[in-house]
């Protein structure tokens, strides 16, 4: 069993950074792949980045590429997303996730689900 705590949501201007963090806890991450999906008022949870077990691949949405990068440190058992030239229609509950299976094109089914942070960028 895993759990994961997301933190670092919050409201910011458009253009601004905000970084996201989730420690997880349970067991040893570096088992695991890790990611970041995000559920926006009124639309369903869509996939947001990946990284493999042990970080050797990451994987972004084609809407957030460029802009947002996720990384992990595994010593630390914590997984990061960093979001720069935030934009209002990344206002979103970001949900820390884990394990499962990645499929090509983005197609991911984690295991693990964190309780989510929000992060909401005003025009």
């Known amino acids: 069993q895993v759990q994961l705590v997301e933190s670092g949501g919050g409201l910011v201007q458009a253009g601004a950074s905000l970084r996201l963090s989730c420690a997880a806890s349970?067991?040893?991450?570096?088992?695991?792949?890790m990611g970041w999906f995000r559920q926006a008022p009124g639309k369903e949870r869509e996939f947001v980045g990946l990284?493999?077990?042990?970080?050797?691949?990451?994987f972004h949405a084609a809407s957030v590429k460029g802009r947002f990068t996720i990384s992990r440190d595994d010593a630390k058992n914590t997984v990061y997303l960093q979001m720069n030239s935030l934009k209002p229609e990344d206002t979103a509950v970001y949900y820390c996730v884990a394990g499962g299976m990645y499929y090509s094109g983005n197609k991911y089914y984690p295991d693990y689900w964190g309780q989510g942070t929000q992060v909401t960028v005003s025009s």
């Open positions: 349970g067991r040893t991450l570096s088992d695991y792949a």
């Open positions: 990284s493999s077990r042990s970080g050797g691949s990451t």
